[in-house]
């Protein structure tokens, strides 16, 4: 690629240098529409799945690793390849699969977003999707789960929900809430015009390009 050739040229090549394009979420685009428009209001596909493509020593050529992975797996992976030890944070090393295993071990992925008045957690397996909504706007908390494999937009809940993935779904999310407020440092902050006139504009504050939008489901 152009990227690829542009490192080249400056001297960061695929013999010398681990190269990673990454990044941090997916982006609601209206497609299907019930996805919403913007980031950090929904846990869909859409919004949560990212590329992550390397390129460097030891880095299997065309090779397209299957199976569940999460961004919490990227630092260990990275130090894993270069050889690096001491990481006691989250996350798997997959450097044995970027070298060219062929598929990841993790059972699922979960991503969570407290985004304004959002308030989701949803769990990821190779065939199923499940959502737990404790936003503001619901009544109660609830989990809808959809057959990642048939159908992979989420247009259609499936009757039965898998109860132990649920079980995990709901664990996890309780786990997160008590580990938040362990923080007591946490403060609201008063920004500068500048500054909330550059957030809203990222869609960060009410006001801007991500503002949340419905969501028909059934």
């Known amino acids: 690629s152009e990227f690829w ?30 996805h919403g428009r913007g980031h950090g209001n929904m846990t869909y596909q859409s919004s949560v799945s990212m590329p992550w493509i390397l390129n460097g020593p030891g880095v299997a ?3 397209r690793i299957q199976g569940i992975a999460s961004q919490v797996d990227l630092v260990p992976t990275v130090l894993g390849l270069l050889g ?25 992925a979960i991503v969570d977003t407290w985004f304004r008045k959002s308030a989701k957690t949803a769990i990821y397996t190779e065939s199923t999707y499940c959502e737990l ?6 009544q109660q908390p609830q989990v809808t789960c959809f057959d990642r494999l048939a ?12 109860a132990a993935l649920v079980q995990q779904l709901t664990d996890w999310r309780a786990d ?14 008063i920004l500068s015009t500048p500054e909330e006139s550059m957030l809203e504009a990222l869609g960060y504050t009410e006001g801007g390009d991500g503002a949340p939008q419905p969501e028909p489901r059934r």
């Open 5 to 34: 050739k542009a490192l080249d040229a400056r001297g960061f090549t695929s013999e010398n240098t681990l190269r990673i394009v990454v990044n941090d979420h997916g982006e609601g685009l209206n497609w299907p529409g019930h």
């Open 84 to 108: 690096l030890s001491g990481y006691e944070g989250p996350g798997h090393n997959w450097q044995s699969q970027v070298r060219g295993a062929p598929r990841t071990d993790r059972d699922w």
């Open 151 to 162: 159908d992979p937009n989420a247009m259609y809940p499936i009757d039965h929900n898998d």
């Open 176 to 189: 997160a809430i008590d580990v938040f407020a362990s923080y007591p440092h946490t403060r609201d902050t």
């Open 61 to 63: 050529q065309d090779h």
């Open 133 to 138: 909504d404790a936003s503001e706007a619901s």
